[in-house]
């Protein structure tokens, strides 16, 4: 049985969710309550020691970073087709997996920090700002590539998987989709999908 140690509201604990729910692979959710302070307890930073969440634990192997644990799950549930078959199909779903990873869903977070979770006196206007742009910046992107497309890659993959999650949280930001068409109609695919209403409820 896997288990997920995660925090139910997190976007990241989510993305492994969704996945796992694509996957129909059983499992187990062992909170990790973040207002509780859990992931900074020795018991969890024994098993991830960068104390931050998700982390999947599936026998001897111990997982962690979200988009690593969906590679992993791609290769465990091959037959669902979602890790691409092709060296040029995977180098593609990278791509877009990279890209949020390093840009997309840390600008979002900042956003995110600077606006919602920390204290009025500590929130800078200036990250906001400079988030907000590099937002503007991989949402044209993935606009660019999702014209006359329906996923990014060759069929729907991890990279939707990856990054429906981080775009949930947009409309909670101001994120206005609007002037992205592609993208907007690709974030209602996704969010129509049976895997999504499990998690999303
Ligand atoms: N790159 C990591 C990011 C994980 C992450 O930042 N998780 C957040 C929750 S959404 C967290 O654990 N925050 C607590 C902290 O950073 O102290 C991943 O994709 O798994």
Redesign the pocket.
Known sequence: MLTLHG?PM????R?VLFMLAECDAPHQLVTVD?MAAE??ADAYLALNAS????TLVDGELVL????AILGYLAEKFADKRLGGESAGERAEIARWMFMN?AHL?PSL?RVFAHTIRLPEDQRLPRIVEEARADIERSLRALDRRLEGREHLGERFSIAEVSIAPSLGIAPMLGVDLTPHPSVAAWIERITARPAWKKVYG
């Open positions: 925090f997190s976007p990241n604990t993305r973040l992931h900074r104390g931050r969440v998700p962690w970073e979200s988009n990873a869903s977070a």
